[in-house]
T-cell receptor
Framework: AQTVTQSQPEMSVQEAETVTLSCTYD???????LFWYKQPPSRQMILVIR??????QNATENRFSVNFQKAAKSFSLKISDSQLGDTAMYFC??????????FGTGTRLTIIP | DTGVSQNPRHKITKRGQNVTFRCDPI?????LYWYRQTLGQGPEFLTY????????KSRLLSDRFSAERPKGSFSTLEIQRTEQGDSAMYLC??????????????FGAGSRLTVL
């Protein structure tokens, strides 16, 4: 079975600090995409960053970057210079070569002013 | 483009009643997905459409659930004889799938169902 595991149910960090959210997964696929989605309170889920598994270079989008370790099946999200607007649920997800996303259980991130 | 629109945003119903949710995807998107999200959990896949064809249904989608996407535009998700266990957020997402590249889903704000 293809699974996504997020082992940190909740995290909090002071504004302007850096935080890393963990995600591990299990799949037998060789090429796939990995995503981090953000779900702010009472608002819709939006894509934060994506990574294609065959690309060795880690993806970066402004303050957001990933640490992708394919052999370890690890896909962590680093948020630099955290802002109050980063407060949200963060979900790691992948379709693993299928047509539907499999999500982790999420990490609730709170940025403390 | 106004994104993915879902209505109603919140529905409260009594056990045994039928409810219907509507999703209007981004107009040029050919894929439409329904997910269910319960408190403290990640979204779980229910079903998806490619244009008007329903291509896959999850085992979570019991016989009381039916989804349609007539003419490949908007979609409806109907739940018949609702049960308290159906209480959840129902998320719709759409995407444009081409020959290659990531299938990036754009989500709506969701329809929250509360069954009393």
């Amino acid at each position: 079975a293809q699974t996504v595991t997020q082992s940190q149910p909740e995290m909090s960090v002071q504004e302007a600090e850096t935080v890393t959210l963990s995600c591990t997964y299990d799949t037998s696929e060789s090429n796939y995409y990995l995503f981090w989605y953000k779900q702010p309170p009472s608002r819709q889920m939006i894509l934060v960053i994506r990574q294609e598994a065959y690309k060795q270079q880690n993806a970066t989008e402004n303050r957001f970057s990933v640490n992708f370790q394919k052999a370890a099946k690890s896909f962590s999200l680093k948020i630099s210079d955290s802002q109050l607007g980063d407060t949200a649920m963060y979900f790691c997800a992948s379709p693993f070569g299928n047509e539907k996303l499999t999500f982790g259980t999420g990490t609730r991130l709170t940025i403390i002013p | 483009d106004t994104g993915v629109s879902q209505n109603p945003r919140h529905k409260i119903t009594k056990r045994g009643q039928n409810v219907t949710f509507r999703c209007d995807p981004i107009s040029e998107h050919n894929r439409l997905y329904w997910y269910r999200q319960t408190l403290g959990q990640g979204p779980e896949f229910l079903t998806y459409f490619q244009n008007e064809a329903q291509l896959e249904k999850s085992r979570l989608l019991s016989d009381r659930f039916s989804a349609e996407r007539p003419k490949g535009s908007f979609s409806t998700l109907e739940i018949q004889r609702t049960e308290q266990g159906d209480s959840a957020m129902y998320l719709c997402a759409s995407s444009l799938v081409g020959i290659s590249g990531a299938n990036v889903l754009t989500f709506g704000a969701g329809s929250r169902l509360t069954v009393l």
